[in-house]
């Protein structure tokens, strides 16, 4: 059971550049959501998905797209990457539907950006 | 979304129990107060969450006080593999205003 998949683990953009990172889970999850985290701060929500083709805005959704065409899969999008987005991104899971007992939120292990 | 106060660090001793305090004045009547770590460059885990009732698993314990303005969470025997960054999160358990929106938590440090 491989839970939250990202991919890549690493990337190095040039400034300008676009790149799609890629999360996907196998637990049937309703819920998904993009995080990223600078040095020193805690996880900041860039977008969240409470069903497959939802989405919404999370706190820092400038500069980012998502998409999430099927229901395992939710991708983010840098159109024009930018040095302010070096960052480490992390994807999330949750159930969250109907008659759900729980919420938790399972974490894939983040990818790390740089843009120079 | 109810907002949440933690301190910025505690630290515990190794074998201890190490009990890390969380603020939400705000929370309304359908939010839950879940409980999450970071340990060192992963991914958060999930630990515990409760609506009113204190709650128990393998991990930890949730103490929340009678008004729901505050809660503890409470690991029973610290070891050094608990140092980690502990978030407090106040959220609705479902439905399309349900997030999950970190703060800083608290770094808390087990010494030897």
């Known amino acids: 059971n491989a839970g939250v998949t990202q991919t890549p683990k690493f990337r190095v953009l040039k400034t300008g550049q676009s790149m799609t990172l890629l999360c996907a889970q196998d637990m049937n999850h309703e819920y998904m959501y993009w995080y990223r985290q600078d040095p020193g701060m805690g996880l900041r929500l860039i977008h969240y998905?409470?069903?497959?083709?939802?989405?919404a805005k999370g706190e820092v959704p400038d500069g980012y797209n998502v998409s999430r065409l099927k229901k395992q899969n939710f991708l983010l999008g840098l159109e024009s990457a930018a040095p302010s987005q070096t960052s480490v991104y992390f994807c999330?899971?949750?159930?969250?539907?109907?008659?759900?007992?729980?919420?938790?939120?399972?974490f894939g292990q983040g990818t790390r950006l740089t843009v120079v | 979304d109810a907002k949440t106060t933690q301190p910025p660090s505690m630290d515990c001793a190794e074998g201890r129990a190490a009990n890390l305090p969380c603020n939400h004045s705000?929370?309304?009547?359908?939010?839950?107060v879940y409980w999450y770590r970071q340990i060192h460059s992963q991914g958060p885990q999930y630990i515990i969450h409760g609506l009113k009732n204190n709650e128990t698993n393998e991990m930890a314990s949730l103490i929340i006080t009678e008004d729901r303005k505050s809660s503890t969470l409470i690991l029973p025997h610290a070891t050094l593999r608990d140092t980690a960054v502990y978030y407090c999160i106040v959220t609705p358990r479902a439905g399309s205003n349900y997030k999950l929106t970190f703060g800083k938590g608290t770094l808390l440090t087990v010494n030897p």
């Open positions: 998905s409470v069903g497959e083709g939802t989405t």
């Open positions: 705000t929370i309304s009547g359908n939010e839950y």
């Open positions: 999330a899971s949750s159930y969250g539907g109907k008659g759900s007992l729980t919420t938790e939120a399972f």
